[in-house]
Nanobody
Framework: VQLQACGGGLVQAGGSLRLSCTAS????????MGWFRQAPGKEREFAAVISWSGGITYYTDSVKGRFTISRDNAKNTAYLQMNNLRPEDTAVYYCVIGKYGTEVAGSSRLDYKLWGRGTLVTVSS
């Protein structure tokens, strides 16, 4: 299984971007999908996760109310709609897949089995 993320770029503060992440290859029957991010000089941190069914979502506090995660299982794709972006959202965003056969996942890196290569989001002030 491979993950391909796209949609990053440069945006002004207050603007929006939509990231997408597509899983290809022999994808498992059930898996959560999520996003982590790593700002320059900082540790990688959890951003958002969505369950297999899409009925459960969870966000880190700093993005609640601004970011929305969704998925389309027919396309094996997850999305991260990012609104009202702030300079502190500048980071490389990594798409992740949870443990195979598991409906949900948490905020720990240990909950995730597969990581994409990342897409850079830069928010200018």
């Amino acid at each position: 299984v491979q993950l391909q993320a796209c949609g990053g770029g440069l945006v002004q503060a207050g603007g929006s971007l939509r990231l997408s992440c597509t899983a290809s290859g022999h994808t498992p029957s059930t898996y959560a999908m999520g996003w982590f991010r790593q700002a320059p000089g900082k540790e990688r941190e959890f951003a958002a996760v969505i369950s297999w069914s899409g009925g459960i979502t969870y966000y880190t506090d700093s993005v609640k109310g601004r970011f929305t995660i969704s998925r389309d299982n027919a396309k094996n794709t997850a999305y991260l709609q990012m609104n009202n972006l702030r300079p502190e959202d500048t980071a490389v965003y990594y798409c992740v897949i949870g443990k195979y056969g598991t409906e949900v996942a948490g905020s720990s890196r240990l909950d995730y089995k597969l990581w994409g290569r990342g897409t850079l989001v830069t928010v200018s002030s």
